[in-house]
């Protein structure tokens, strides 16, 4: 059973650009949430996305948008990159809601990004 | 106001000993769960533990259990016997609302554990 995964592991970018991270959910899964970790901080949510569309919102910027696929996989654009964008980006997966469980999201092993 | 605190940046435990990591949580919301994750430095989150807020008795897992108690609104993690691969980032988190894979998870800032053989 293939657990989430993301790439890529590692990104450089320079300030002003604009970046894409991926992420393919666990098998069965079909919400995709994304976190930003900064260094020495815990995940924060930056939005889900279920059903192709984003249901939920964190408090980030316009700059931060993103895509779900068909098959649930989804994507994390970043435009006009500043250096406080540096963090570990973290994608967790889960299903809508699962009677009888502790409905725990799943979390890949992250990108890291790097905005010089 | 931080909705959920860890006042540990960093603790040390002796190998095969048991270890306390402290958590703290905020909410008005009479329904919640609280979570355990750990972040080894390859950076992915492992799930450890939860606990709701209606649950009577304290979760365990293996070494892992977690001390609730809902009038002090704290979470410790308590892990039994520890080893060396226990070394890593430890994160309480909170999700507010139905029990729901859909619902935000709130993160505290970590505790670093070190365990020392």
């Known amino acids: 059973d293939a657990g989430v995964t993301q790439s890529p592991t590692h990104l450089i970018k320079t300030r002003g650009q604009q970046v894409t991270l991926r992420c393919s959910p666990k098998s069965g899964h079909d919400t995709v949430s994304w976190y930003q970790q900064a260094l020495g901080q815990g995940p924060q949510f930056i939005f889900q996305?279920?059903?192709?569309?984003?249901?939920q919102r964190g408090n980030f910027p316009d700059r931060f948008s993103g895509h779900q696929f068909p098959n649930y996989s989804s994507e994390l654009n970043v435009n006009a990159l500043l250096l406080g964008d540096s963090a570990l980006y973290l994608c967790a997966s889960s299903l809508d809601d699962l009677a009888g469980t502790t409905n725990e999201q799943f979390f890949g092993p992250g990108t890291r990004l790097t905005v010089l | 106001a931080q909705k959920i605190t860890q006042t540990q940046p960093g603790m040390f435990v002796q190998e095969k000993e048991a270890v306390t990591l402290d958590c703290t949580y905020d909410?008005?919301?009479?329904?919640?769960?609280l979570f355990w994750y750990k972040q080894p430095s390859s950076g992915e989150m492992i799930f450890l533990i939860y606990?709701?807020?209606?649950?009577?008795q304290n979760a365990t897992e293996g070494r892992y259990s977690l001390n609730f108690q809902k009038a002090r609104k704290s979470a410790n993690l308590v892990i039994s016997a520890s080893q060396l691969g226990d070394s890593a980032m430890y994160f309480c988190a909170m999700r507010e609302g139905p029990n729901s894979g859909n619902t935000p998870l709130v993160f505290g800032k970590g505790t670093r554990l070190s365990v020392i053989a």
């Open positions: 909410t008005s919301d009479p329904s919640y769960g």
């Open positions: 996305y279920y059903e192709e569309e984003e249901r």
């Open positions: 606990q709701g807020s209606y649950d009577q």
